[in-house]
């Protein structure tokens, strides 16, 4: 596996997203712990250093099940994390809060359920418009002097709340949407992550499945699936999408590989700086999805890949729309 750069920190340029592990997208089905925890091993044998999780995935059943997983490999591991989304001063579940005194009482129960000492890359889930970034950066800042936090790093934040956190404590990473479907952060977002020397974290790089090519219809979608108010998986947004999925297949065909391997192999082509978390609780899953680190597109296939036309669509309906800093 190859590595890329977050800022100071190094990662396996594929690491694995544990929010699924926690029933998102659906709770249909039931969990199997079981599974998520030979699929995280699974990962960290195929040389997968970087699990990503977070408080608000479940809520708090993703990190536990991430820290039965990688009990005695610690070392073996990059864990991030990311606070903010649960408010532990009576607003709970849901409640966006990155007071200082959130913050740090968040912190204590990520270690606990973790199992660990120290979260290596720790996110402000979502801006909070309610308190100034930079009371959110110092209370990290706090964290990193105290030996709990290593790295300190920003979800769906604007250019300007990235700088305004940079100045107050190094920002390591930004995580957001970044996939052949959404490619809007590569106007304005990652030139200034370049400027700065802060590493991209790509989350859903295959479209919340529908790069996979396994979706056809939203009709197998379970009730309670999110993704069946999400605007690019409704009506004739959604026919004119699997228009982007039919020509991954095709160029995947070429090389003999899946349409998620060619997905990320075009990903991974962006930059060293780059490291995008596909999510999985299948071990087939996280070994197909390893396996792009192999890949190679030629010239021609990345022109074509690099030509298809932006999903249609808004990336999330109106309410998730509003929780995100632009």
Known sequence: MKYAHLGDLTVSRIGLGAMTMAGTY????????SESIRTIRR????????IDTAEIYGPFHSEEVVGKAIAGRRDDVVIASKFGL????????????SSAANVKAAVE?????LGTDHIDLYYQHRVDPKTPIEETAGAVADLVAQGKVLHFGLSEASPATIRRAHAIHP????????SLWTRDVEDE???????????????SPLG??????????????ADDDWRKSNPRFVGDNFTRNLAIVDEV???????GATPAQTALAWLLTRGDDIAPIPGTRRVARVEENTAADQLELTPGQLDRLDALTPASGARHNEANMASIDR
């Not at 659906?26 to 712990?33: K, V």
């Not at 030139?191 to 020397?197: I, Q, V």
């Not at 297949?249 to 090389?255: K, L, Q, S």
């Open 26 to 33: 659906t709770s249909e089905g039931g969990l199997d712990d």
């Open 189 to 203: 977002t990652l030139p200034l992550l370049r400027e700065l020397g802060i590493g991209f974290v790509p989350y």
């Open 109 to 113: 129960g990520s270690l606990r359920r």
């Open 249 to 255: 297949t095709r160029i995947g065909a070429e090389i």
């Open 43 to 50: 990962a960290l044998d195929l040389g997968v250093t970087h």
């Open 86 to 97: 649960v408010s532990h001063s009576g607003g709970g579940p849901g409640t966006i809060d």
């Open 171 to 178: 920002v390591a990473a930004l995580q957001t949407e970044y």
């Open 208 to 221: 919340h499945g529908l790069l996979t090519g396994q979706i056809r219809t939203v009709d197998d979608f």
